[in-house]
Structures are given as C-alpha cells and as structure tokens.
C-alpha cells in the first residue's frame, strides 16, 4: 500500500523560510513525477512544484526563485525548500506522487503571518 508522510509545515513570519519533506513508501515502480500542491481556504487546490525522476522541475509563477523542490530517488523523497515566505502563501500543502497512479499525501499545514 502506498503511503505519503509529510513533514515540515507549521507556522513562520513572512521572509521566514520552512522545509517540506514528502516520503513515499510501499511503491515498487519508479516515481515518474513528485510535487507539491496547496490549497488556500475558498480556494482550489493548485500546483505549487512538480520534479520528474530526471530531475526536470516545474514551478508555479507566484513560487519561482523562492521555492526550490528536489529529490532523492534512493530514499523517494522529495524536499520543498521555502524561502521569502508571504501571507500568501498560507495553505494545506499536499504531497502528490505519480508513478502509474496518482497518489496524495494528507496535507500539511503552513501559516505565514504578516
């Protein structure tokens, strides 16, 4: 069975930095694509990053040059590095894994105060 931990969420001042982490476990095929998306109260879920198993990344506008997502495959891990955090940036985050499936992770929660 496929499982998802995350780690890393809480709450941080604006220009403050926070580190999520995304374990996958129970997976016996490579991990085509990891990612994080969040999902703002009233609002739908978006894309935040996405990295595939060659390490091509993509990043939404609203994150470029303050987050940096990478990877470990040996571990099928993926780590969010947030940086120059905004209020905006308050939302669940939620991990998702692509292998022939698209799995989710329970959301973590990252509050920026102003």
């Known amino acids: 069975q496929v499982q998802l931990v995350e780690s890393g969420g809480g709450l941080v001042q604006a220009g403050g930095s926070l580190r999520l982490s995304c374990a996958a476990s129970?997976?016996?095929?490579?991990?085509?694509?990891m990612g994080w998306y969040r999902q703002a109260p009233g609002k739908q879920r978006e894309l935040v990053a996405t990295?595939?198993?060659?390490?091509?990344?993509n990043y939404a506008d609203s994150v470029k040059g303050r987050f940096t997502l990478s990877r470990d495959n040996t571990k099928n891990t993926a780590y969010l590095q947030m940086n120059s955090l905004k209020p905006e940036d308050t939302a669940v985050y939620y991990c998702?894994?692509?292998?022939?499936?698209?799995?989710w992770g329970q959301g973590t929660q990252v509050t920026v105060s102003s």
């Open positions: 998702n894994v692509f292998v022939i499936l698209s799995y």
């Open positions: 129970g997976i016996t095929s490579s991990i085509r694509r």
């Open positions: 990295i595939t198993s060659g390490g091509d990344t």
